[in-house]
């Protein structure tokens, strides 16, 4: 089966911080990997996303950065995080069959204070 | 860019009644549509998808959604709701391969 690991699960860092959050797939090769943050009462919204190893899309112009190093991996960094990073951070990837659908991790929940 | 309206952020229901939730997109060229559900303490799982053929799909947990290209809409239907689909509900857009445009979502309660 091809699953999404993300870690960690829950994250408070304070203002000012780094941050690292690791998403890894497994059961598939070459997935386009995304990341989502999903803030309270919102929807998602499109962060990064990859194509291919090295390859980086950025969506929203940010605090954030994006990596993938490995074929199967997704990082999501900040050096300096701000509160308004809190939020629910969602790593997604498609099928190998079918690029249309994504698939979602379940999530890490960064709390900023 | 994408925009998806759902128009309702809250809706309140008991079991066994029907449940209709609207989805309007801006995007008038061919796109594939989705309704992802995310269950208390779960993960976002896809509910179910249209992409081209009979514009009514029929999805899991007897959930079904009707694409109808006049009205940009995609409207997700449930005749008898459960408990159980108490859940917050997505709908989502894309226009390529890559990009999904998210609504906002409508939480869903569900009363015994």
């Known amino acids: 089966s091809q699953t999404i690991h993300q870690w960690p699960a829950t994250l408070v860092q304070p203002v000012g911080s780094p941050l690292s959050l690791e998403c890894t797939v497994e059961g598939t090769s070459n997935p386009n990997l995304y990341w989502y943050r999903q803030a309270a009462g919102r929807g998602l919204q499109l962060l990064f996303y990859?194509?291919?190893?090295?390859?980086i899309s950025s969506e929203v112009p940010q605090n954030l950065s994006a990596s993938r190093p490995q074929d199967r991996q997704f990082i999501l960094s900040s050096k300096k995080l701000l509160l308004s990073d809190s939020g629910f951070y969602l790593c997604?990837?498609?099928?190998?069959?079918?690029?249309?659908?994504?698939?979602f991790g379940p999530g890490t929940r960064l709390t900023v204070l | 860019a994408q925009s998806v309206s759902q128009h309702n952020h809250h809706v309140i229901l008991s079991e066994a009644a029907s449940l209709e939730l609207g989805c309007n997109y801006s995007?008038?060229?061919?796109?594939?549509l989705f309704w992802y559900v995310q269950y208390p303490g779960q993960h976002l799982q896809l509910l179910l998808k249209?992409?081209?053929?009979?514009?009514l799909v029929k999805g899991i947990k007897g959930f079904e959604a009707e694409f109808i290209k006049s009205k940009f809409s995609f409207n997700l239907r449930k005749p008898s709701v459960q408990w159980s689909d108490t859940a917050e509900y997505f709908c989502?857009?894309?226009?390529?391969?890559?990009?999904?445009?998210f609504g906002a979502g409508t939480t869903v309660t569900v009363r015994a």
């Open positions: 249209y992409f081209s053929g009979d514009p």
């Open positions: 997604a990837r498609t099928d190998t069959t079918s690029t249309d659908t994504q698939y």
């Open positions: 995007y008038g060229g061919t796109v594939n």
């Open positions: 989502a857009v894309n226009e390529n391969d890559y990009k999904l445009s």
């Open positions: 990859s194509v291919g190893i090295g390859q």
